[in-house]
């Protein structure tokens, strides 16, 4: 199952490797990470989104994190509603022909063009995971160029709803 | 008036200080007393003010011996074992030892030099990227980048390897960092936000555990190193012998509670007794405190304590529902976890029937092998060094055959007395290990059990015990073997002794001679008892070649994949 885990590190040397050590280390899959600051200073906000097979594994991989130095907090943010945004930049060869059809494909997802050039074009999208793959499933016939994801970045919203909130590892 | 504060302005501003200034005194600050170090290119700044400094610095013969001479320091004074090592190569042998303190949980700190800031990166002379090596085998490692942050660092390092669950910690110092000068930084306190180790336990877990244990019919005690590193063995006798509750020790564990006493059972796991395997896998509440549900203490974990209510006391949070489903979980220090538990007992549990079905199985199934054989058998040995010693000595072992029968025949009295590697397993641990724990205790009599494969693993660090007049015991169990492995081989590998198998040695005794030290070489018992008799409480050191029966294996066994009741090699 997927998990998406929040971690709040420090802006040190070496954190990045620290974390995807852990992760080669322990034998845990990475789907996707992203790092970025956050609203402290010298602190950063990664996200990791992993596959795992189990409960067990994914308290196991909390724990972990928990122990590392750099690592000020992390969160299993999976069960929580969250905000999840992914960003994707997409060159799909396009012909004078084909460029309205694929305009009309872009409107529904909110996707914008930022670059025409006379056989391609650059597309960025975002939105979650899901909605990028459908997209990229789409223009894939028009034949895509290059490709480029950010992997998924997020956080609890501001208002949760109860029932949502359950799993919370500590047992401190 | 005038040239008086001219002068005092000059002297203020000659009031400078290196790098390597900086980390001698913040190994005063620490009260360091004994540095196991190597020097090298990249430390000479640091090696300069060595030449100097109080402590004892000592000179492994490899950097490898160095660290777990450090280990041995760690493991007997509960102090962290310092290290230095040079850049590259110097950094890189030290290696094993980061990932064996690292697995047995053993507070290191270890400084390695590096090649000057301007350089990194550039594949220069004896370079080696060593916090990308050593990231996932140390507790925290760090590079020093600027000089003023070196007193501050240094003291972080201290606290991360001795607090909480201990560990390695590895401080990287470029050259020119170490050599360059600057004015006495002003002190700066530790800033670890992300790091704070839970010591006192939940007061509702540990009521939850007090309630289970007397509603307990087959309650048992798993007691790992844990218990050793919260220097916790009072009060886990106190609550033995208030609850009646019976105590296993893992490997790592040894000494906590005394092997005397009546309620414990003895090791488990792999090689462990049968009564403690037996006791593990029909108990119906486990108590384990800081232990780590270790592969080769559990077997198949299938067959682990299937019928157990399950509790763990870890001072590391990730280690408890690791292996096992933990029920009542506590994440506590030992000592803290074992105080508050005397504090607020219930009615000792009822299990008479419970305590007589142990002694049955003591008496029925105790550790066993070939009394009557004309060939000396290695449990002999060992049994021997227990009596002449009264078990009061510091035994250190590698790792293997020797490892077992010390761990299963060498009855310790007494906490903090046995150095092994257990986690890592590994090989030449034994003999630099007895360095650093007579160092850690000058008075003690110290027995390095080493296999004679092991011993030629780090036999270099004779000359270590040499000049340091050390009165360290090398018995070397020589089989001329890999025993272990060759045991290995002749259950599942139809005794294809492939490589394991060491007919040609040399002359231990003409080795030791060499470092000026006295060897014996010993054959039968009769030897045994007049040599031990003559050398064991001396002062000097001495090495004894044990010639023990080549074809002797450890049991009981529980072959891999088995559960624990599935053990091979009891005595019926």
Redesign the interface.
């Known amino acids: 199952m997927k998990r998406i885990i929040s971690l709040l ?2 802006n ?3 954190v990045l ?2 974390i995807t ?2 992760f080669s ?1 322990r034998n845990y899959n990475i789907e996707s990470i992203s790092v970025g600051l956050s609203e402290h200073d010298g602190m950063s906000r990664i996200t990791c989104v992993v596959h795992v097979e189990s409960e ?1 594994i994914s ?2 991989i909390t ?2 994190l ?8 992390v969160t299993d943010i999976t069960e929580q509603s969250v905000v999840a945004r992914e960003l994707a930049l997409i060159k799909v060869q396009s012909s004078p022909q084909s460029r309205n059809e694929i305009y009309s494909l872009i409107e529904p997802f909110r996707a914008s063009v930022i670059d025409v050039s006379k056989d391609s074009m650059v597309i960025q999208i975002t939105g979650e995971s899901e909605k990028i793959e459908a997209f990229v499933e789409l223009i894939k016939p028009y034949g895509i160029k290059e490709l480029a994801r950010t992997g998924t970045t997020a956080f609890p919203r501001g208002t949760q709803r109860q029932s949502n909130q359950k799993t919370n590892f500590s ?2 | 008036m005038v040239r008086e504060a001219a002068l005092t302005e000059l002297k203020a501003e000659t009031e400078t200080v290196t790098g390597a200034d900086l980390l001698m005194a913040a190994l005063e600050e620490e009260n360091v007393e004994v540095v196991f170090g190597y020097p090298g290119g990249a430390v000479l700044p640091i090696y300069d003010k060595i030449y100097d400094a109080k402590f004892l610095h000592v000179l492994p013969r490899h950097e490898q011996g160095g660290i777990h001479a450090a280990e041995g320091y760690a493991r007997i004074s509960g102090k962290p074992g310092v290290v230095i090592a040079t850049s590259g190569p110097g950094a890189t042998n030290i290696v094993t030892g980061l990932a064996d303190a690292m697995m047995d949980s053993l507070p290191i700190v270890a400084f390695t030099g590096q090649v000057a800031t301007g350089v990194i990166g550039s594949d220069a002379f004896q370079e080696a990227d060593i916090l990308g090596i050593t990231t996932p085998i140390t507790k925290y490692n760090m590079q020093i980048r600027n000089l003023e942050d070196i007193p501050r660092i240094i003291k972080e390092a201290f606290y991360i390897a001795t607090s909480g669950r201990p560990g390695p910690v590895l401080i990287d110092i470029p050259k020119d960092i170490a050599a360059s000068i600057t004015k006495q930084p002003e002190a700066q306190e530790i800033h670890l936000p992300g790091y704070q180790p839970t010591l006192k336990p939940n007061f509702l877990q540990i009521r939850k555990l007090a309630e289970a244990v007397s509603k307990a019919k087959k309650p048992v005690i798993l007691a790992g190193a844990g218990v050793l590193h919260a220097k916790a063995a009072a009060e886990l006798l106190a609550y033995v012998e208030q609850q009646e509750v019976p105590v296993v020790h893992t490997l790592l564990g040894l000494g906590g509670f005394p092997a005397d006493h009546s309620l414990f059972l003895g090791m488990g796991g792999m090689h462990g007794c049968y009564t403690a395997n037996m006791a593990l896998s029909q108990c119906d509440l486990l108590i384990n405190i800081g232990a780590r549900f270790d592969d080769r203490l559990t077997g198949n974990l299938v067959h682990f304590a299937p019928h157990a209510t399950v509790a763990h006391i870890d001072i590391d949070p990730a280690e408890i529902g690791k292996n096992v489903p933990t029920l009542i979980p506590i994440v506590a220090d030992a000592k803290e976890a074992l105080t508050a538990l005397l504090t607020h007992m219930e009615e000792k549990p009822d299990q008479a029937e419970w305590i007589a079905q142990l002694r049955t199985w003591q008496e029925k199934h105790p550790y066993h092998y070939d009394k009557d054989s004309p060939n000396l058998k290695p449990q002999q040995v060992v049994e021997m060094l227990h009596v002449k010693t009264n078990g009061e000595a510091i035994v250190t072992t590698d790792v293997g055959q020797h490892q077992m029968w010390a761990a299963q025949y060498y009855q310790f009295k007494n906490a903090d007395r046995w150095v092994t590697s257990g986690g890592l397993g590994t090989m030449g641990f034994g003999l630099p290990s007895s360095i650093g724990a007579q160092l850690a205790d000058p008075e003690a009599c110290v027995i390095a059990m080493v296999g004679d494969a092991g011993f030629q693993m780090s036999t270099q660090e004779m000359a270590v015990i040499k000049e340091l007049n050390l009165p360290i015991k090398i018995a070397i169990f020589n089989n001329q073997s890999l025993g272990m492995v060759r045991q290995w081989q002749d259950f599942f590998y139809q005794s294809r002794y492939s490589y394991s198998k060491i007919p040609v040695q040399p002359s231990f005794v003409k080795l030791a001679e060499a470092y000026d030290i006295n060897g014996y070489t010993i054959t039968n018992v009769e030897e045994a008892e007049r040599v031990l008799d003559e050398v064991l409480h001396t002062r000097e050191p001495v090495l004894l070649d044990f010639r023990v029966d080549s074809e002797e294996n450890v049991f009981p066994m529980i072959a891999p994949g088995k559960g624990l009741h599935e053990m091979v090699g009891v005595k019926e």
């Not at chain 1, 928990?66 to 907090?73: A, C, F, L, V």
């Open positions: 590190v420090m040190e040397p070496g490797n620290r050590n852990l280390k067990q308290e196991q724990k972990q928990n122990k590392q130095i750099d690592i000020i907090k047992i401190v």
